[in-house]
């Protein structure tokens, strides 16, 4: 029942909960398609991930390229890949936040929030 003894109306309902589905669909699209850019080392080593958080690319600076050290560089590209894919967090939380909120704040499995 809703607040104030009054019965809820199915058809609201419905049509509310299409269009909170609609958002979701628009907004995960949204993610689908932004790219975001993380970056280590002052910028040797650049990553692009979308705004779901998938790897696009990786630019490395050659000045980045020691062969007697790639420990150092594999450092630096885990650290951009996690960089970009925190921006792709604070994206998702913009984008879907306030769906979650609009579903009782339950949140997305599997997507942080």
Same mark, same amino acid.
């Given at each position: 029942?809703?607040?104030?003894?009054?019965?809820?109306? *199915?058809? !609201? &309902?419905?049509?509310?909960?299409?269009? *909170?589905? #609609?958002?979701?669909? $628009?907004?995960? #699209? @949204? +993610?689908?398609?932004? *790219?975001? @850019?993380?970056?280590?080392?002052?910028?040797?080593?650049? !990553? %692009?991930? %979308?705004? !779901?958080?998938?790897?696009? $690319? +990786?630019?490395?600076?050659?000045?980045?390229?020691?062969?007697?050290? %790639?420990? %150092? &560089?594999?450092?630096?590209?885990?650290?951009?890949?996690?960089?970009?894919? @925190?921006?792709? #967090?604070? &994206?998702?939380?913009?984008?879907?936040?306030? +769906? $979650? #909120?609009?579903?009782?704040?339950?949140?997305?499995?599997? &997507?942080?929030?």
């Amino acid at each position: 029942m809703i607040p104030g003894g009054g019965q809820p109306n *199915m058809q !609201a &309902l419905l049509q509310q909960a299409q269009k *909170m589905q #609609q958002d979701l669909a $628009a907004a995960q #699209q @949204e +993610l689908a398609e932004a *790219m975001v @850019e993380g970056s280590a080392g002052g910028g040797l080593v650049r !990553a %692009t991930v %979308t705004g !779901a958080g998938e790897l696009r $690319a +990786l630019v490395i600076d050659p000045k980045a390229v020691d062969p007697d050290d %790639t420990e %150092t &560089l594999a450092d630096l590209v885990v650290a951009a890949v996690h960089n970009a894919n @925190e921006a792709a #967090q604070s &994206l998702q939380q913009e984008k879907l936040g306030p +769906l $979650a #909120q609009g579903l009782g704040g339950g949140g997305f499995p599997g &997507l942080g929030l």
